[in-house]
């Protein structure tokens, strides 16, 4: 009967260590990013808490989403804040993208990595297996082809003139949007229906914005 005590307590032991073994193997996940938009800014509010969670420079992070956003932005403590509407979608993609670049290890999958330089290129080395690889880095988005619109966007546009059919018109970047059943002076998100050259066709809608 002891035996079977001594054994069951070992086994109870056991048991007790699987859920640590388990984490340490768990899939790595980012923080779940807080993001805001007032006007025509977007404010990323807790930037440092990501940097910290991937331990790489601020710095390192804010350019390569500036580059790849085609927008200005500054580091103001623990945030950024980015000088243009940016939806949160578009900003969470970028970080995953840097994340999957410059931070886990392909071999293991482990974000316990750190970044060398050997002759002019980068390596980013697992501390976890050793693993070793240079950084491939995708080739950033043309700042105009952030600027552009398509159809299915949704934007939100400040009616400042109402044409001659009754359509109000709005700017939005470099483009002259037209809208339908719109007065003066209201702001509205706006569904782009149809794009000519420079100009966009939209209709009102109560879809968040996307663009």
């Given amino acids: ?18 859920p640590d073994v388990i984490e340490q193997h768990e899939r790595f996940e980012l923080p779940e990013l807080d993001i805001i938009q007032e006007g025509k800014i977007t404010i990323f509010r807790n930037f440092i808490d990501i940097t910290d969670k991937i331990r790489r420079e601020p710095q390192h992070l804010l350019q390569y989403l500036l580059k790849e956003l085609g ?11 980015f000088k243009a509407k940016i939806a949160p979608q578009r900003i969470d993609e970028k970080i995953r993208d840097y994340t999957e670049t410059y931070v886990i290890c392909s071999e293991c999958g482990r974000p ?3 970044i060398e330089k ?10 976890a297996c050793g693993a070793r690889r240079p950084i491939m880095v995708r080739k950033a988005a043309r700042p105009e082809d952030a600027n552009t619109l398509r159809s299915g966007d949704i934007i939100e546009v400040t009616i ?18 037209i809208v339908p059943g719109t007065k003066r002076g209201t702001r509205v998100n706006v569904k782009i229906t149809n794009i000519s050259a420079k100009t966009a066709f939209g209709l009102p809608t109560t879809e968040p914005v996307n663009h």
């Fill in 160 to 177: 400042n003139d109402v044409g001659k059919k009754g359509d109000g018109v709005g700017k939005y970047m470099d483009y002259l949007v």
């Fill in 112 to 114: 316990d990595t750190h």
């Fill in 118 to 127: 050997e002759d002019r290129m980068s390596i980013l080395v697992c501390e």
């Fill in 71 to 81: 927008t200005p932005g500054d580091l103001e403590g623990r945030r950024v804040v």
């Fill in 1 to 18: 009967m002891g035996e079977e005590e001594d054994y069951m307590a070992m086994l109870d032991r056991a048991k007790s260590q699987i």
